[in-house]
């Protein structure tokens, strides 16, 4: 059955802006078209299901280019540290409890709190990722998923491979599409060179990209100079993984030789301005990246280090903080961040011109707006209003490949009571 959604003004992309009311024709998934007015049914004999949402804004949902989801588990456990203190002392302690069924449940916790907050894609590098996808396959979001893998021995780096493939033949395309898997090495301080030489001829095997942590912290960089000779990123390179298509993540102490070689090779950056200051990591030079033409979404990373999912905050974050540091209030406008967590977003996780837009033909995962929030008010330009005014409560209706998931800000697909009393039993063993 088609559905028709009315709403009283759109975002179509970071360009087209329609400040007016007009209704999308939503079939299989994707919208089939949109047209100014109120959807007219005269001469129409086939059933169609119509949404009115007048006192709505659409958009496109937005896209957490990356993050661990079931970290959600770990908020406010670790805060005030930098990363290596905050993952050895902290983190790699506490993930050594989770089970199965915590990484679930953690997901299931992450989709909640994305669907709510108007993300309707996000990527994932975990462990026990079957859990995590079955979370996904259940909640109704879409997800890049990939297993985490170390290769600090020779037990991990089997492990990982065999993880990585049997995950693979699972779950790549599954939930009717809306999961993709990746590789997903996790570092290189934490897979040697030889091993991310073989994830990369996996990846190939497999034609899948991969995904990976890349200059995060100062402290990486200098040990990958010390032990290797090189930065991570000419690392990355030298070992034949760039010759895949790869996600990194971060790249924030980055030379003008290490962007060159991201450009070179078509490097996409998950760009997350919010983890990477609260860790005290830096900033990464988005401004440089873009110039060089790089691909770059945003990502909020776990909820461990951020400490929650909302997108609106760090599409706000990167158009604010890159003026700041340029000494530019011309720097990353409004609609670049908007594309950035959007279209640019989509793409940065490999899944093409059907996502992160609302024009004909893309997926139907839509996003509505309360257009009588304050933060919507007077008006004068809807999509700075969103970059710079909006937030998560401003979310009243979420669409995901034509599914209605939120309506009036609830969750359609989740049961948060359980969800609830699963995560504080869940606590609970964390400090037995």
Known sequence: M?????????????????????????????????????????????????????????????????????????????????????LNERIFPLEDKLTEEAIYWGTQLAAWEMLCSGTTTYTDMYMMMHHAAQA????????????????????????????????????????????????GPHAPYTCPPDYLRELAQLASALDIPAQIHLSETKVEV???????????????????????????????????????????????????????LKL???????????????????????????????????MRLAATLHKGVAQDAEVIPASVAFDLATAKGAKACFLGDQHGTLRVGAKADIVLLDAASPH????HNILSDVVYACGADDVRDVFVDGRQVVSEGVPLTIDVERVQREVLRIKEQFQA
């Open 222 to 276: 200098d040990n990958a100079i010390h032990d290797h000779g090189q930065s991570p990123i000419a690392l990355a390179q030298r070992v034949g993984l760039l010759d895949v298509p790869v996600l990194a993540a971060h790249c924030v102490h980055v030379t003008d030789a290490d962007l060159d070689i991201l450009a070179e090779y078509g490097v996409h950056v998950a760009h997350n301005p919010q983890s990477n």
């Open 376 to 379: 919507m008010l007077p008006q």
């Open 136 to 183: 996904v396959a259940e909640s109704g979001i879409r997800a890049v998923l990939s297993v985490g893998v170390v290769g600090f021995d020779e037990m991990s780096r089997n492990n990982g491979i065999k993880r990585s493939r049997a995950f693979h033949q699972a779950w790549h395309k599954g939930a009717s599409g809306r999961i993709t898997v990746t590789l």
């Open 2 to 86: 088609k559905t028709v959604l009315e709403v009283g003004g759109a975002i179509i992309d970071a360009s087209t802006v329609i400040p007016q009311p007009l209704h999308f024709v939503i079939e299989n998934g994707a919208i089939q078209s949109y047209a100014l007015g109120l959807y007219e049914s005269w001469g129409n004999r086939e059933p169609v299901d119509v949404i009115r949402r007048r006192n709505r804004i659409a958009m496109p949902g937005l896209v957490n280019t990356h993050g661990h989801a079931a970290m959600t588990l770990l908020r406010g456990a670790g805060d005030d540290l930098p990363l290596m203190t905050w």
């Open 280 to 314: 005290g990591s830096g900033i990464a030079p988005l401004q440089k990246m873009l110039e060089r033409g790089l691909v770059v979404g945003l990502g909020t990373d776990g909820a461990a280090s951020n400490n929650n999912l909302d997108m609106f905050e760090e």
